[in-house]
């Protein structure tokens, strides 16, 4: 995977910016305690698979079937980076996580890989994200390449979310007192973004 490195680190940096999955999981952990908003965290990460699954097949049968359509698809994508990138630069920070009444532990997991697989946005983004970091000629076949990064982001995910859902009490104490941190975590995320747009617009 020659864009090992650069992939994780842009995935690690979209994954720490403010979004739902991971205000969610805070939210439980602040709630219910540590079990709660690890449980969360591993039940958004589950959720990954269904969509890196859809993105694999559905982007290697479209290569397959019209390598126009394959590049149509990679400017849109850069598009669409772009432009929720500077939704990001121009968001105003954090929503405030709201309390829940205390739940079991496996209808917490349940909700939390439900509320993943429910949102078309994640599918889309995993749509024209994942193929940018894809070398279409390589010894792998795409689908093959693309299951590996979604595995990859799954499980940077779970590390991130899991360290959120742990550490739930101190982060939202923190953030709460600090709410300017969200503002700047958008501009981060939203950066990254307009940077990979832009860099799969240039690319070969």
Known sequence: MPNFL???????AITMAPGPDNLQVLARGISQGRAAGLVAALGFAAGITFHTTLAALG?????????????VI????????IWIGIKALRS???????????????????????????NPKVT????VFLPQFVQPHGTQSVTVQMLELGVLFMLQTVVVF??????????????KRR????????????????AIGIRVALRD
């Not at 990679?74 to 980076?81: D, F, I, P, Q, R």
């Not at 105003?92 to 429910?118: D, I, K, Y």
């Not at 360290?163 to 104490?173: D, N, Q, T, W």
Request: proline fraction near 4%; include cysteine; aromatic fraction near 12%.
């Open 6 to 12: 650069l992939f994780l680190a842009t995935s690690i």
């Open 92 to 118: 105003q920070g954090l929503a405030t996580a709201h309390e829940r009444a205390p739940q079991p532990l496996m209808a917490v997991f349940r909700q939390s890989v439900l509320g993943n697989l429910l």
């Open 162 to 175: 899991s360290l959120f859902g742990v550490c739930a009490g101190m982060i939202g104490g923190w953030l």
């Open 74 to 81: 990679k400017l849109a994508g850069a598009a669409y980076l």
């Open 59 to 71: 982007v290697a049968a479209l290569l397959r079937s019209s390598p126009v359509a394959f590049e």
């Open 179 to 194: 709410p300017r941190v969200g503002v700047w975590l958008d501009r981060l995320a939203g950066a990254t973004f307009i």
């Open 124 to 127: 889309l983004f995993f749509v």
